[in-house]
């Protein structure tokens, strides 16, 4: 038993010396022939020293080993210094995916574009296969991924990408973490920013230019103006009030849109397109004046006071002091969004754009004939 013993520690010492002699380290990716095959597996020489790669690791590969044959050369990972038998295990899969792995960070390295055909997408991106690796492509380096979707929205675009040919750049490769991500953007940034810078020379403030609506988002749009983005803020829509960008536009639409500032700093286009309109302000004189009676619609409440639409692109205030005697402390207990009411006009500043209104100054005949009027309106 004792004999035994030492054998083992004999034998497992000089496989380790011998190891270390031929440089062959746990983890090494390395050539090896093919000695034999059969239903389980390979035998490979390495060297001085045989290893088995198993059946069930040719099979991640979508292999069974009697696609290979005795003399053939193949590469193979150390993934175990001995087994029950003394032999090294072996690891086709993983010396493929060692291989893949040296091809991305080169491709990393050198920065270049490679092709490759959606593989899967799920609501944060497309999944692409590099040989044997998985790499994703997040749903923020997609190109042509409109702005402002949905996630339901987001994923369906997304699912119609897969089995479609696309060009990448690397932008992550991390063989420890097991981390593979691509850029669409990547591809085209240099191009886009080059653009940009064009656009930038060409165009000046005040300019009519033609874009495409790529993506809305809460704060505004943005226009594709062939190559580059510019920006419609919300408060740029229309002259009335826009609760969201998909109340005047969608993806897709063909804009003409007036170039509001320019920032070359930045790289920044902002864009108008109520500057394309006429600004209702500019008659609000020949349409209003002080102690006119007015209809309008409540848009918006705070506590200071109610904001009230009289047409579209004319909003006024109604403070806090002119809807009661004595006022009240908070405007949103008497008056509430949606409601239409009778006013009457008790200030217009054109070159600031504020029309001042009051409810307290409506004197209670002209509130009864307005409600007459409206209830004789309604249909019977």
């Known amino acids: 038993m004792q004999a035994d013993v030492t054998d083992n520690m004999d034998f497992a010492t000089l496989l380790e010396a011998s190891l270390a002699e031929a440089q062959i380290e746990l983890g090494d990716t390395v050539t090896g022939t093919v000695l034999s095959v059969d239903s389980q597996g390979l035998i490979v020489g390495v060297g001085p020293y045989d290893g088995f790669v198993s059946r069930r690791d040719l ?16 590469a193979v990972t150390i993934v175990r210094m001995e087994d029950d038998e003394g032999n ?10 060692h291989e893949d792995w040296n091809r991305v960070e080169e491709l990393m390295q050198a920065d270049e574009v490679w092709e490759g055909t959606v593989a899967d997408a799920n609501r944060g991106g497309l999944i692409m296969l590099f040989g044997n690796l998985r790499g994703f492509i997040p749903a923020s380096h997609v190109l042509d991924l409109p702005r402002g ?19 990448v750049k690397v932008i992550e490769a991390n063989r420890k973490r097991r981390r593979l991500v691509f850029s669409q953007r990547e591809v085209t940034r240099a191009a886009r920013e080059e653009r940009k810078d064009q656009l930038l020379a060409q165009l000046n403030e005040g300019d009519v230019c033609q874009g495409v ?41 063909k804009v003409n849109a007036f170039v509001l500032r320019l920032d070359h700093e930045g790289k920044r286009i902002g864009l108008s397109l109520k500057r394309l309109q006429p600004n209702p302000w500019e008659n609000i004189e020949s349409l209003y004046h002080v102690g006119q009676l007015v209809e309008g619609v409540v848009s918006r409440t705070a506590e200071f006071g109610a904001f009230i639409s009289l047409e579209p692109g004319i909003e006024a205030l109604l403070h806090v002091t002119h809807i009661a ?56």
């Open 325 to 380: 005697d004595p006022a009240p402390t908070d405007a949103t207990l008497y008056v509430t969004e949606g409601s239409t009411l009778l006013l009457r006009v008790v200030s217009i500043e054109p070159e600031n754009q504020r029309l001042g209104l009051s409810l307290k100054d409506v004197t209670p005949e002209e509130l009864l004939e307005w409600n007459a009027k409206r209830e004789a309106a309604l249909p019977s």
């Open 213 to 253: 609506v790529s993506g809305l988002r809460d704060f505004g749009a943005f226009v594709d103006l062939g190559g580059a983005d510019g920006l419609i803020h919300i408060s740029e829509l229309a002259w009335h009030r826009v609760g969201h960008p998909s109340e005047i536009l969608k993806v897709g639409d």
């Open 149 to 167: 979707l949905n996630e339901d929205e987001r994923t369906v675009h997304l699912k119609r990408m897969v089995g479609k040919t696309i060009e």
């Open 88 to 97: 090294l295990v072996l690891s086709v899969s993983q010396a493929t995916q």
């Open 59 to 74: 099979e991640r590969l979508f292999q069974q080993p009697e696609q290979y044959h005795v003399g053939q050369e193949i």
